[in-house]
């Protein structure tokens, strides 16, 4: 994904389909900074990485949001691609299987 110079309205043309008040504040926020535009494109792959159906997909996915997150450089997402990295085994298997201990290691550590 390449947005150098790019506008927001042209980076994010589905932010248009639903137009809102809150597409406006968004739009808003992601022309005060580079950065953000970025960490928000790469929040949004995440998400559709994170939706795959299959682990194919998955694995695709990953790879074009692994080139992003290394383009743009941001520590926060470079700290998350590891961690997807250390744990890909566990990830894809949820994607396989459609289980995952999620809810549970959510709970366990609520209760820490």
Same mark, same amino acid.
């Given at each position: 994904?390449?947005?150098y /110079?790019?506008g927001w309205?042209?980076f994010?043309?589905?932010l248009?389909?639903?137009?809102?008040?809150a597409?406006?504040?968004?739009a808003?926020m992601?022309?005060v900074?580079e950065?953000?535009?970025?960490a928000?494109?790469?929040?949004?792959l995440?998400?559709?990485?994170?939706d795959?159906?299959?682990?194919?997909?998955?694995?695709?996915?990953?790879?074009?949001?692994? $080139?992003?997150v290394?383009?743009?450089?941001?520590p926060q997402?470079?700290?998350l691609?590891?961690?997807?990295?250390?744990w890909?085994? $566990?990830?894809?298997?949820?994607?396989e299987?459609?289980?995952?201990?999620?809810?549970?290691? /959510?709970c366990?550590?609520?209760?820490?």
């Amino acid at each position: 994904m390449v947005a150098y /110079g790019l506008g927001w309205v042209n980076f994010f043309p589905a932010l248009w389909v639903n137009y809102s008040p809150a597409m406006t504040q968004l739009a808003l926020m992601l022309q005060v900074s580079e950065k953000l535009c970025y960490a928000y494109s790469l929040k949004e792959l995440f998400y559709e990485m994170m939706d795959s159906a299959d682990s194919q997909t998955y694995a695709l996915r990953f790879k074009r949001w692994q $080139e992003d997150v290394l383009q743009h450089n941001l520590p926060q997402f470079i700290r998350l691609m590891n961690t997807m990295i250390e744990w890909k085994h $566990e990830i894809v298997a949820a994607i396989e299987t459609g289980y995952s201990n999620g809810y549970i290691e /959510g709970c366990n550590n609520r209760t820490k």
